[in-house]
């Protein structure tokens, strides 16, 4: 048994796969409303826009959540950039990318009790979780309330700058996902960071690692 | 673009139109509705009830000879609409520019206020609820006559028969339900709703809707939203909120980076993959 605070308990572990259902449910009817076209009819406009409303909504009600269990439940401690994260950090976890796992070495950056991301996935989750989530938001938000906006935003329709801005966000944010779901599979074995996101990290799966422990974990 | 504005403000806000104090619900059924309840001369109490004269007696502008039965009048000759709303700019100009409309000059001569604002049962845009109910407001007038039916049946008919019609549209009854005729069927320039168009100088250009920039829905959408907030709660508001306009947020050399950036980060993968494969294959084997 894993001894110490668990780095997925359960609502971590419902928080992101109730995020990974909305952000599917978002990218599918977001695709769908921006490439409209009477050929491409496989979700009707209209469903699309109350499911996409919807899960905005739900999505926005998650993440003050998620603020809330970083602050409070330590979870926060995770994106806390420690000594050595920067330099060497960064140019350690992109050489193991470019070069190490090919060779099957060991995670740099193993994963313990105080360390849950690699440098490299602390500083892509920082921005991600605390600079793109909150933009895609708020932009969202601001497409429910264009009359409370500032108006002329860059010489642009205040409209028309936060619709244009919501959707290239979440294009950006579209690609982070495929690369994420990929550098799942960076685990010790292809599976074993989605068993761990999954069954959490209760049950000692932890120790059956390599002999540093865990690799690092990025999912 | 600017008296566009104007026109989607006359369309939707309309508010001056009507005088402060006639929000609330009513309107005294009068002694007149014992007989016109039913038949040709029949007025639906309960629509005139919501309408923006419902409190306003009959007598009011069916004057002379219609304060006693048998009626004394001939005909229920009635005050010309700018008797009481003339002397506005609003009402001068649209006056005039029903008088220079296709209605005018290809179809009646005494084509007037009264032919698409019924006297009985108008009611401003504005105080329907929801984007849709404010264009079948709008829309109302002009398809009483370009898609009449008297069932819903007929309606529906008429309406596809319609739709057929505006062919240069995807999504021809969409376009029809959601989009008020006179926003295309009036000049584009000049800040009127009332200067009705012939078909062939009716507007064409899908732009002037369809991108971020179009300032017709972008000051439409801001009216909506406040004025849904105000009818539903800001959550239901949010919810149900429609403001989508395809290919608003279209930017072509956006749409190519990111799709290019999507399938270089594909790519990235397939090969890192690939190689990953491999070299574990060749570990494994060696």
């Not at chain 2, 001569?109 to 079948?136: K, M, V």
């Not at chain 2, 300032?215 to 009818?231: P, S």
Request: aromatic residues 12%.
């Amino acid at each position: 048994m894993m001894s110490g605070p668990r780095a997925y308990p359960l609502w971590l572990r419902v928080w992101h796969w109730a995020n990974a259902a909305l952000f599917l449910t978002l990218l599918v009817t977001g695709l769908r409303m921006h490439y409209s076209a009477p050929s491409f009819p496989p979700i009707d406009f209209r469903v699309s826009h109350l499911v996409h409303n919807a899960a905005g909504i739900l999505l926005t009600l998650f993440y003050l959540l998620y603020i809330l269990g970083n602050l409070f439940l330590g979870n926060g401690r995770y994106y806390r950039i420690v000594s050595g994260d920067i330099s060497p950090g960064l140019m350690l976890q992109a050489g193991y990318y470019i070069h190490g796992i090919f060779l099957g070495r060991s995670h740099p950056f193993p994963h313990g009790p105080d360390r849950k991301f690699n440098p490299l996935q602390k500083l892509i989750y920082l921005a991600v979780v605390f600079l793109f989530f909150p933009a895609s938001i708020l932009t969202g938000w601001g497409l429910f309330v264009p009359d409370k906006l500032p108006q002329g935003v860059l010489g642009m329709p205040s409209f028309a700058f936060w619709a244009i801005a919501h959707t290239y966000i979440n294009f950006f944010f579209s690609l982070f996902m495929i690369v994420h779901v990929y550098l799942g599979t960076t685990g010790e074995t292809l599976g074993e960071l989605y068993r761990l996101m999954w069954f959490g990290d209760a049950h000692g799966h932890e120790e059956k690692g390599s002999p540093k422990g865990e690799g690092t974990v990025r999912a | 673009m600017k008296p566009m504005i104007r026109i989607v403000l006359f369309l939707t806000g309309a508010l001056w139109l009507a005088p402060p104090g006639t929000a609330g619900a009513g309107g005294a059924e009068s002694d007149c509705m014992g007989c016109h309840k039913s038949g040709a001369r029949a007025i639906d109490p309960a629509r005139y009830a919501q309408s923006v004269h419902r409190e306003l007696p009959c007598t009011e502008c069916h004057m002379e000879g219609y304060d006693r039965f048998p009626h004394a009048g001939k005909g229920a000759g009635a005050p010309a609409c700018t008797d009481c709303h003339g002397g506005t700019a609003a009402f001068d100009d649209a006056a005039r520019d029903v008088k220079a409309s296709v209605h005018v000059e290809m179809g009646d001569p005494d084509f007037g206020c009264t032919n698409c604002h019924s006297p009985h049962y108008f009611l401003p845009a504005s105080r329907t609820p929801g984007r849709e109910g404010i264009f079948a407001a709008v829309n109302r007038a002009c398809i009483a006559c370009h898609a009449p039916g008297d069932t819903p049946e007929a309606g529906a008919a008429s309406m596809k028969e319609l739709s057929l019609m505006h062919g240069r549209f995807p999504h021809k009854m969409v376009h029809l339900q959601r989009v008020a005729c006179v926003a295309c069927h009036t000049p584009t320039d000049k800040d009127t709703v009332h200067l009705v168009l012939p078909k062939s100088k009716a507007l064409g250009d899908c732009i002037m809707c369809h991108s971020g920039s179009s300032l017709l829905t972008v000051k439409f959408d801001e009216y909506l939203a406040e004025k849904e907030r105000a009818e539903k709660g800001w959550l239901n508001a949010a919810l149900y909120n429609n403001a989508y306009l395809t290919g608003a947020t279209r930017h072509r050399w956006l749409d190519w980076g990111t799709f290019v950036l999507t399938v270089l980060a594909l790519a990235g993968i397939g090969i890192h993959a690939l190689g990953r494969w491999f070299f574990g294959y060749i570990r494994r084997t060696s």
